[in-house]
């Protein structure tokens, strides 16, 4: 089931290209170690940066590394300063809630999130996360559903994979 917020964010993305699913990149956690002490000497070793996603979880996916940075809402608007001036503005802000910064860095697409740890895309990202790792079962169909997205539009490879994802939410309660 699609929820009617997710169905507004759905129909803004593209409909008319393909998607391509790459295998899981070997080297992905080294390439993240990199990028974390990137981010340590902009906004300090004490702020948690985590690897999340398909490359955290060994698995195929687009073949970024998806980063996420949480924080206090109190701190999320002075930690994006930092955060713009070595990334750029993100590509998309919504207000105390997240930030999306899209790069590269030593030949790896990077997208980086700064999020508010109590905001449910960061809750909702754990709980689906958490219950995959303990799941092998899950974490193997949802490694299936991606590869089989190979080829679909944007538009079609994130419903199919919002779809999965809130089955797992409903499972993870």
Same mark, same amino acid.
């Given at each position: 089931?699609?929820? $009617?917020?997710? *169905?507004?964010?759905?129909? /803004? ?5 393909? =998607?391509?699913?790459?295998? /899981?990149? $070997? ?7 990199? !990028? ?11 702020? $948690?940066? /985590? /690897? ?15 980063? @996420? ?10 930690? &994006?300063? $930092? &955060? ?18 899209? =790069? ?5 697409? +990077? ?11 960061? =809750?909702?990202?754990?709980?689906? *996360?958490? @219950? ?8 193997? +169909? @949802? ?10 539009? =944007? ?7 919002? *779809?999965? !994802?809130?089955?797992? &939410?409903?499972? +993870?309660?």
């Amino acid at each position: 089931m699609i929820t $009617p917020d997710q *169905e507004k964010w759905l129909a /803004h993305l593209q409909d008319d290209n393909c =998607t391509v699913i790459l295998p /899981h990149d $070997p080297k992905a956690a080294e390439k993240f170690e990199r !990028i974390k002490k990137l981010i340590a000497s902009l906004i300090g070793s004490s702020v $948690p940066v /985590h /690897h999340c996603g398909a490359s955290s979880m060994g698995i195929s996916g687009q073949g970024e590394l998806d980063i @996420y940075i949480p924080v206090s809402a109190e701190k999320f608007d002075s930690m &994006l300063i $930092p &955060l713009e001036d070595i990334f750029g503005k993100p590509g998309s802000v919504y207000a105390l809630d997240r930030a999306r910064f899209v =790069t590269r860095i030593d030949g790896a697409k +990077a997208e980086i999130f700064l999020v508010n740890e109590k905001g449910r895309s960061w =809750t909702d990202g754990c709980r689906f *996360e958490g @219950y995959l790792k303990s799941h092998p079962d899950a974490l193997a +169909a @949802y490694a299936k559903m991606k590869e089989e997205g190979n080829g679909l539009s =944007t538009q079609a490879y994130y419903r199919r994979k919002t *779809e999965f !994802i809130n089955g797992i &939410l409903s499972k +993870a309660a």
